[in-house]
């Protein structure tokens, strides 16, 4: 029954980018644009910086190889999190559990992306830094939820090589991944015509841009809901990284469910304040 059900979808789907040619035309336009001007420049040299500095043992200089991930997560944003915690563990300078572990709470979107993405929304600077605090925060407290859970790492690490030249071709292929993620998840967004809650669940730019010129009630649950989440479009694109290994995806979804309890919770509160 289930698999007639995909089937069904799938034939449904099909007959409505026919029938919406146009649309999937502008859908997957806006999508290269998107990547080209907004995605590509900051992933594709956050990814070979931080490849780079795995090469040169850097993550050494901290107690713990989950907190450089932290820190280099939410300064990179993600897919980073997810390549940075794959190369640690491919490269033995972290096991399978404290990777797996790591992936609760380095999920963040691109500080510069997001700034300029709530400014537009809210146009306030109050609004827009309260919330971007209350996602950082909210993976901070997942942090400290299961730090103690977090080893330091007893593998003897791969000796690496320093190869500027597989940096770039691992950027490349990851910001490629991404592309094509955000065009399958844009166009069907469009194609289908769904309404905001909908769309930032499956894509948050979308979700977010859908909230600018949007009356709705409680902007600001819904951004963070879209901001923490990260939509289904982050967690395929997560997925694809983490299957080159045998990290377990669950992981980052139980993070990301947490992690958008959390945000919903601290953002109640500072608005009852």
């Known amino acids: ?44 040299i956050m990814i070979i910086l931080n490849d780079i500095l795995i090469n040169l043992d850097f993550e050494k200089l901290f107690k713990n190889p989950s907190i450089y991930a932290l820190i280099m997560s939410l300064l990179s944003g993600s897919p980073t999190s997810a390549v940075i915690i794959s190369n640690l563990y491919k490269n033995n300078k972290m096991d399978k559990k404290c990777a797996n572990k790591t992936l ?22 109050f609004l827009t830094i309260k919330l971007m605090i209350i996602h950082y925060l909210s993976n901070i407290i997942i942090y400290i939820i299961f730090k103690n859970e977090l080893n330091a790492n007893n593998c003897e690490s791969k000796k690496i090589k ?49 909230l600018i010129n949007a009356n709705v009630f409680n902007k600001e649950i819904l951004a963070i809901l879209f901001i923490s989440f990260g939509g289904f479009s982050i967690h395929t694109q997560v ?30 509160i500072t608005q009852a304040i």
């Open 239 to 268: 997925k694809c990284i983490l299957d080159e290994t045998n990290l377990e995806y669950k992981y980052f979804f139980k993070g990301r469910v947490m992690q958008t309890i959390i945000a919903i919770i601290l953002t109640c």
């Open 1 to 44: 029954m289930k698999r007639k059900l995909i089937y069904l979808t799938i034939l449904i789907l099909i007959f409505l980018i026919f029938k919406n040619y146009t649309v999937v035309l502008d859908s997957t336009i806006t999508a290269v644009e998107l990547w080209l001007y907004k995605v590509f420049p900051y992933l594709f």
């Open 104 to 125: 609760l709470f380095t999920y963040f979107a691109n500080p510069l992306f997001l700034y300029t993405m709530l400014n537009t929304i809210f146009k306030s600077n």
């Open 162 to 210: 320093l190869d500027i030249s597989s940096s770039i071709k691992k950027a490349i292929n990851t910001t490629t991944m991404v592309l094509g993620c955000i065009t399958f998840y844009l166009v069907i967004c469009d194609v289908l015509n769904l309404n905001i809650v909908l769309r930032g669940i499956l894509e948050m730019t979308q979700g977010l841009n859908s």
